[in-house]
């Protein structure tokens, strides 16, 4: 929708007066970046771990002008950094009224604005359109065709009288209609090589061409592209010459080190439950575990969807238990991590060698990121509290339907436990729920590091007691 803002210039002569000048939208993304970049605003807001990798090479390529490609495993946040481009257009840009192509009153393209512009003057009505519309995505798929990106012919139109060598008659795709925009293609490679070639002017001469028109609209856009390097190479490609007229490949990655991952499960997850830091240590370094597995095919890679989806997945199993239980504010426990092995298996693609070993892989992994959350998180605090309450024999049972003051109650007072809430950042005054969080990550780490035996039930619940 266009409209126009109070205040704003409502004619092209009142345009001029104001001072505003056409520029190019590479230009306007160009001055745009180096404005933020003197006053430190933010850049490229809600993208995670690319501040000394992948951000530098954006910035490079839009003060260069170019189109560019992001190459990277799936679930990388390419689609959602293209996106934050369109923060760097301004918020409101001048439109002739009822075009097609969002043509800039000071610079119309197409034949008819040609000449409404000639024959109306200064007086010639504007609109206003917001950056968010000025932004166009499209899933590259073997379906798509040239009319999709480019346009066709439009039936109705010749219907009505006009004859098949009118420009008029064509219906834009989505490029054009993206003109003074943001055009992106997501999983380029997916594009069948005849279609792609239809992007080869789009590229380099700016123009489009539409079942042999003698049309030649220069498109004010700039283009980007994600792809994954597996489809790159094997099953899809990007045609040569097309590869060529992008100004820059960027390579993308996953999270660096641990804390970058936290932060993006901390950013991107929606719980439904308070999920303690520990266990977000836990999920993150289990999502870089299954990363790094050889049991797991490293050429699909993991998406940072997994470690989300876990963590999203953990908090509702603590939503569940309050629901039934009817417990006041819900907190996840390191007994409901056990859940994402099995739902979350499909999201791992596994070499052909492991199958039927899936959620035994994954429950391996959980456990060795549980042990080493343990030992970064509470090395050096004496636990012999906790090993000495099971020591005459006693069980400790907890599990998903365990209630948070049954855990606190059977534990009774140990010492050293203020300490070990305290490191687990739980803080002075924590609630049952959160004191129970804290309480079964001990037991469980004691257990994993062969301090104390545990079994579980027929009903799935788990008793946690002296080392035998």
Excluded: C
């Amino acid at each position: 929708m266009t409209i126009t803002p109070e205040g704003r210039p409502a004619t092209v002569g009142e345009l001029r007066a104001a001072g505003h000048r056409y520029r190019p939208v590479k230009v306007e993304l160009r001055e745009n970046l180096l404005a933020r970049m003197r006053t430190g605003e933010p850049r490229f807001p809600g993208v995670v771990g690319y501040d000394d990798t992948v951000l530098p090479e954006v910035e490079r390529a839009i003060l260069a002008g170019h189109d560019m490609v992001l190459l990277g495993e799936r679930g990388q946040g390419k689609t959602r950094l293209i996106r934050t481009l369109v923060g760097l257009l301004d918020e409101w840009t001048p439109v002739l009224p009822g075009s097609e192509l969002n043509e800039h009153p000071l610079h119309p393209i197409t034949p008819a604005a040609r000449r409404a512009a000639a024959e109306a003057g200064d007086l010639q009505p504007i609109s206003w359109l917001h950056r968010d519309e000025r932004y166009a995505e499209k899933l590259a798929t073997p379906d798509t065709s040239v009319g999709d990106l480019i346009g066709d012919v439009d039936p109705i139109k010749v219907a009505q009288g006009r004859t098949l060598g009118d420009p008029e008659t064509i219906h834009f795709g989505l490029v054009p209609r993206a003109n003074r925009g943001v055009f992106a293609v997501n999983e380029l490679p997916d594009l069948a090589e005849r279609i792609q070639v239809s992007l080869l002017n789009v590229l380099e001469e700016r123009d489009i061409q539409v079942r042999g028109y003698r049309l030649r609209l220069p498109l004010d856009i700039l283009l980007v592209a994600s792809a994954n390097p597996e489809d790159y190479t094997n099953r899809g490609r990007i045609i040569t010459p097309l590869k060529d007229r992008f100004g820059a490949e960027i390579r993308t990655h996953y999270p660096l080190d641990l804390e970058l991952e936290m932060d993006l499960i901390q950013q991107e997850a929606d719980l439904v439950a308070a999920l303690p830091g520990h266990l977000i240590e836990v999920l993150a370094r289990f999502a870089r575990g299954v990363r790094e597995s050889p049991s797991v095919d490293s050429r699909s890679g993991v998406s940072a969807r997994f470690a989300i989806a876990a963590a999203e997945t953990v908090a509702a199993a603590a939503l569940r238990r309050s629901g039934l239980l009817n417990e006041a504010d819900p907190v996840a426990r390191i007994g409901d991590t056990v859940s994402v092995t099995s739902t979350l298996r499909g999201k791992v693609e596994f070499e052909s060698g492991e199958e039927g070993r899936e959620i035994e892989i994954l429950g391996h992994l959980l456990r060795v990121a549980t042990a080493e959350t343990f030992r970064a998180r509470l090395a050096g605090l004496d636990l012999s509290g906790f090993v000495d309450r099971v020591a005459e024999g006693d069980i400790i049972e907890t599990g998903e339907l365990v209630p948070a003051a049954d855990v606190l109650r059977q534990i009774g007072t140990v010492p050293g436990l203020a300490k070990v809430l305290d490191r687990l950042g739980i803080g002075d005054a924590p609630t049952p729920g959160e004191a129970a969080s804290g309480v079964e990550f001990v037991l469980e780490g004691l257990h994993l590091t062969r301090r104390m035996s545990k079994a579980t039930t027929d009903e799935g619940r788990t008793l946690y007691g002296s080392r035998e």
